[in-house]
């Protein structure tokens, strides 16, 4: 039995398509299932805990990101069930690190040959996170994503160009593998995922079956220039090159902020939510 939580307003028009396709093809399989539409925001999550009260549960989120967020953190006993993705939003981040395709037979069939591989994911503050965590300049441009009037991913160019020049950094302690810095930073990210806002790929040697967290601090400075040069590899892969930046390859993460700030999980936003950032292990999902 699969049990289908989809979002109707993942995609947009895209999802009674590929909902149908899918379904169509769990049909000719044979296989049983249950469908399930979330109705408002973090309903994904109230049904996966609801179906999680029994063990061996097998869960789909057919939706993007902010989808597979929200059914994660629904998700019981993340180690007595099986979870699959079947990507519709607009980003799609945590499924190009999975390796799961984005053609919705591939996408099916991956889920019927009941392969599974341990996966790992985050806990920030007690809230999970499967793909990125971050605090900062990327925070500043969701925030305007959230207001933009365009959609898709024009909205998040857009967003990004005016955090461009009117974001000026956040003054943060970082702990982590015992190292303590203070300073004025573009962003922080703890990566489980290599990527995050349609494809910029912030940590691309990060890993989501490692054990570990790749953690990316970048410098803020007042110069635009040195932070368009950050842009400028964080946009083309490159940002493991930029000298400004501290790079670790570790299990735990601590940023306090002078003030309280939002927190970005998944491109979900958290305000004042604590950033102790830990690995998690043991999730069972399908993918190659």
């Not at 469908?35 to 925001?41: F, I, P, R």
């Amino acid at each position: 039995m699969y049990h289908i939580i989809a979002n109707p307003k993942a995609g947009d028009k895209k999802v009674a398509r590929v909902l149908k396709r899918t379904l169509k093809m769990l049909e000719q399989a044979g296989v049983e299932y249950v469908l399930h539409e979330t109705q408002y925001k973090a309903h994904g999550k109230e049904i996966a805990a609801e179906l999680t009260k029994e063990d061996g549960v097998n869960i789909i989120a057919l939706g993007g990101d902010g989808t597979v967020h929200d059914v994660l953190n629904g998700i019981r006993d993340v180690e007595k069930c099986k979870f699959g993705i079947i990507p519709l939003g607009t980003g799609n981040d945590f499924a190009a690190s999975a390796k799961i395709p984005y053609n919705v037979k591939k996408a099916v069939n991956l889920i019927l040959r009941g392969e599974t591989k341990p996966t790992d994911f985050l806990e920030v503050g007690g809230v999970r996170c499967m793909n990125v965590a971050g605090v900062g300049i990327d925070v500043d441009v969701l925030v305007r994503c959230d207001k933009a009037k365009s959609r898709g991913k024009l909205k998040y160019v857009q967003s990004l160009i005016v955090s461009f020049f009117k974001f000026h950094g956040y003054d943060l302690k970082v702990e982590c593998e015992g190292q303590v810095l203070e300073k004025k930073t573009l962003m922080v990210t703890a990566c489980n995922g290599k990527q995050f806002g349609g494809g910029m790929k912030i940590c691309p040697v990060a890993d989501i079956g490692d054990g570990k967290m790749d953690i990316m601090v970048v410098d803020c400075f007042d110069s635009r220039w040195r932070i368009l040069g950050a842009f400028i590899r964080l946009m083309t892969g490159r940002v493991m090159s930029y000298k400004y930046k501290q790079y670790f390859h570790t299990d735990h993460l601590k940023v306090t902020p002078k003030q309280p700030c939002v927190v970005n999980l998944d491109g979900e936003l958290y305000d004042g939510l604590e950033f102790d950032a830990k690995v998690c292990h043991g999730l069972n999902m399908y993918r190659p």
